[in-house]
Structure formats: C-alpha cells, structure tokens
C-alpha cells in the first residue's frame, strides 16, 4: 500500500546524523575543515554527490567506530537522495557492521529494500529492527507491509493491527488493512475497516475517503461511493480523478445534469482541464444541447485536445443534418480561421 517515493520521503528526509568526528577540533584549529561537518553543509544544500565524497573520506579516515557508522549511514542517504538504491544498501550494511545496534540504520536498510522490492531482505532488517526496538511501530507496520505484498494477507493483518494497538492514529495502516481485506474480496470488512478509521482519526485523510469510495464502487453501492469521494474532495479538491468518477456514476444512473454538475464544481476549483470540457461538451450534445456543447468543445480544443476539434465538427455536421446550413458554416469557418 505504500509507495515508494512516499516511504522515502517519509525516512530519508529526516535521516541525517550530524555527526562530528574525534579530530573535528583539531582539523578546525589548523583551518582544515572536518570531513563529516562538510559533507553535512553539502547535504544540506542538496548537492548529494559532494557530500558523499566526504561522508567517504570521513570513513576511510576516522579510528572511531560510532564514527565511521554515522560517516557510512550518512554516505547511504546520499545514495538514496541520488537514487543509487543499491550503493544506498553497502552504505548502510558498513554503518551496521561498525555499530551493530545502531537501529536508524537497519530502519533505512529495510525500507531501501522494500523500495526496490527485496521483500525477504526488508523482512529481515525490519525484524532485527524490532529486536532492538520492542515498541517500532515503522518496524511492525513495514512487517505487515512486507507481507501484504507477499500475499499473506492474515499475517499482514496481524502485524497491523499491532502497529494500531502502539498507535492508532496512523491513516496509511488504515489504508493498508483495508486492501488488505479487499484482496481477499471481503469488501464490507474493507468498508469497516475505514469507515471506523475515518471516525477515529484526528484528521481524517482525502485518501481515506477515496479509497473508501472506491470499495463502495466495487461492492456495488455508487450513491456511497459518490458521498465518499465528495468527502475527499472538500479535503482535497484538485484530485481531478475523482470528479470524473463521480460524474461517470451519475451518467451510469441516467443523471446528466449531476454530471455536468460536478464537473463545473472541477472547474471551479481550478482544474480547467480539456477533458472536463469534452465531457460536459459531450453531455450537452446528447441532450441536443448544441450550442453549450460546442463552447465546451472549444475550450477543450483551445487547451490542446484534438478531440475538442472532432466535437466542434460533430456540432457543425449535427446542425447541417437538422437543415441549419448557416449555423454549420460559421462553425466549420471558425476552424479553417484557426488553422
């Protein structure tokens, strides 16, 4: 359920240890820079690969042990902001080898290799993570994670209604027992699962409520799938997704003008997209609504969509059908003017 790049931003972000070697003091007593302090400026200013360069040499050269962990832990964050998953994992099995408990290390161990998806490698560091740290909840949850993507499905939901019981106020745990649930089919476990969730939490996520409207849509029930995803979207009201979902469920109930409803309110809310406006043109031109539905295929054509063309001409060619020869020709003029 988590992705990737969320993970990382999650972990890595935060991972940095400003650590100060042993020779720091008397490096700066003779001006000479130490290398971990420079590598630390570097990183903070985004340039990764020069910070790695010192977080290298701040490794080969102290006689520190915690040192050198800290020095090869942060040379691995460098590797990960560079996306060099794989040098990011020798980076981090050096930090733990130099300090064998060092739990941030096999934390960022094991969510490295769920990133690139060595599930059996990230099950080992996340349960040496909970060896060392009984209360990890990022451990627990990330088991589950693990096992869920696996295809255990009762052990993934084992591990997160652990992660629940140290802290219940995590909406992606939420999330992840969820799909958990709805893999196996069991769609009303999945809706109460979140249901309660969104009740429970502080601050409910527009993630939850989409995802939720999303199960509504597959047990067969859209009018809860509409309110979820409109509770989504008062939290999150650029998810252009979820206003053509909503529309297309009211188009499937036979209710056009909800459909052209909601998908105004997209628009309002600054999504002034080319297929908002094919949509609502092609609505309107199924009511026969001719003129609304060819200002909204030239909106869509004057945002880049050939198919806003293709509606002006249905537009033009409907109107010379029904013997209004004058009305066609001035649409199809307006086109021959734009090219």
């Not at 609502?280 to 969509?305: D, I, N």
Request: aromatic share 10%.
């Amino acid at each position: 359920m988590i992705k990737a790049a969320k993970l990382l931003q999650g972990a890595f972000f935060a991972a940095l240890f400003l650590a100060v070697s042993a020779g720091a003091q008397a490096r700066a007593d003779t001006s000479k820079p130490d290398p971990l302090t420079l590598g630390n400026a570097f990183y903070d200013k985004g340039d990764y690969s020069r910070a790695a360069e010192q977080y290298l040499i701040a490794a080969r050269d102290t006689t520190s042990s915690i040192q050198r962990s800290f020095a090869w832990f942060n040379l691995g964050n460098c590797h990960v902001q560079n996306a060099a998953y794989n040098k990011a994992i020798v980076a981090y099995r050096r930090s733990i080898e130099e300090a064998p408990n060092f739990t941030r290390a096999w934390q960022l161990l094991g969510d490295v290799y769920y990133t690139i998806g060595a599930l059996g490698e990230a099950t080992v560091a996340y349960r040496r993570l909970l060896e060392l740290e009984e209360t990890s909840v990022h451990a627990v949850r990330m088991l589950g994670e693990c096992a869920l993507k696996g295809g255990d499905v009762a052990e993934a939901l084992r591990y997160f209604d652990a992660a629940l019981k140290l802290d219940p106020d995590i909406p992606d745990v939420y999330l992840a027992m969820a799909e958990a649930h709805a893999r196996v089919r069991d769609y009303p476990a999945a809706q109460k699962v979140l249901e309660q969730a969104l009740l429970r939490m502080s601050k409910p996520t527009p993630e939850g409520y989409f995802y939720l409207g999303q199960l509504y849509e597959l047990d067969g029930n859209p009018r809860k799938a509409v309110r979820a995803y409109e509770e989504g979207l008062l939290l999150a009201p650029k998810r252009a997704e979820y206003y053509l979902r909503i529309a297309g469920i009211h188009e499937r109930a036979g209710d056009d003008f909800l459909a052209l409803l909601i998908l105004e309110q997209g628009i309002q809310a600054g999504l002034n997209r080319p297929d908002f406006h094919l949509r609502r043109g092609t609505l309107f031109f199924r009511q026969q609504r001719y003129e609304r539905a060819l200002e909204e295929y030239r909106k869509a054509y004057a945002l880049g969509s050939p198919q806003g063309r293709v509606g002006i001409e249905n537009v033009a060619a409907a109107w010379f059908n029904a013997g209004k020869k004058k009305e066609a020709d001035e649409v199809t003029a307006s086109l021959r003017e734009r090219e």
